[in-house]
Structure formats: structure tokens, C-alpha cells
Nanobody, 126 residues
Framework: QVQLVESGGGLVQAGGSLRLSCAAS????????TGWFRQAPGKEREFVAA????????YYADSVKGRFTISRDNAKNTVYLQMNSLEPEDTAVYYC???????????????????WGQGTQVTVSS
């Protein structure tokens, strides 16, 4: 499995933007489906976005569709999450997850991902 390290979190006002990065170790990152999940205090972890191995396919939770964009650069072993028009409800710890065996129809299921980063805090003030 790969090692994942998230960065880019922070404090931002509502309506602002942040870009999260997920850097992966290893030379075979291109075989990993990668997703972003988030967990707010007192709530269960929820799916945010996922991207296919090549980057051709992406999928988003309804709550972030049109505001967030997931992308990847396999040459840099990095996946990004561009977050625009942030809302206080987006406040959470954001986690990057990856797995080479995730079947695309299960991209939103956190149980299918074997590698996880440590998380990065995103706080959106009103």
C-alpha cells in the first residue's frame, strides 16, 4: 500500500477557497483509485470526491458538486481537491484514501480503501 500525506488545510472565511493536496509514496500511484472523505465533529465520515486511476473519471457527493474539483498528477504522485465557495458546513477533517482494487461503482465506500492519510483540518468561518 502507499503512504499518503495530506496538506493544504486551514482556516478560511465562507465563500473562500482552499486547495488540498495528497502526496503518495511509491512509483505505482497511477494504479490507485483515490478519494477524499471528510469527518466533522460528532458525525460519521462521509464521501466527498473520487478520481479514477487515469483521472478520466471523477465523482462527487451532491453536497460539493459544482464547488469542489478533484484532479491528479500521476507524474507527481499527487491528488488535489480544489474547494471553492466554501461553506461553514464544509468544516471537517479531510482525509485522502487510495486503493488499487476499488471497483469504480464502490468509489464512495470508505471500507474499500486500504490506504489513508492522517487528515488535514479545514475550518470555514461564517
Amino acid at each position: 500500500q502507499v503512504q499518503l500525506v495530506e496538506s493544504g488545510g486551514g482556516l478560511v472565511q465562507a465563500g473562500g477557497s482552499l486547495r488540498l493536496s495528497c502526496a503518495a509514496s511509491g512509483r505505482t500511484f497511477s494504479i490507485y483509485v483515490t478519494g477524499w472523505f471528510r469527518q466533522a465533529p460528532g458525525k460519521e465520515r462521509e464521501f466527498v470526491a473520487a478520481i479514477s486511476r487515469s483521472g478520466e473519471m471523477t465523482y462527487y457527493a451532491d453536497s460539493v458538486k459544482g464547488r469542489f474539483t478533484i484532479s491528479r498528477d500521476n507524474a507527481k504522485n499527487t491528488v488535489y481537491l480544489q474547494m471553492n465557495s466554501l461553506e461553514p458546513e464544509d468544516t471537517a477533517v479531510y482525509y485522502c484514501a487510495a486503493d488499487p482494487a476499488v471497483v469504480w461503482r464502490f468509489y464512495g465506500d470508505s471500507d474499500k480503501y486500504g490506504s489513508w492519510g492522517q487528515g488535514t483540518q479545514v475550518t470555514v468561518s461564517s
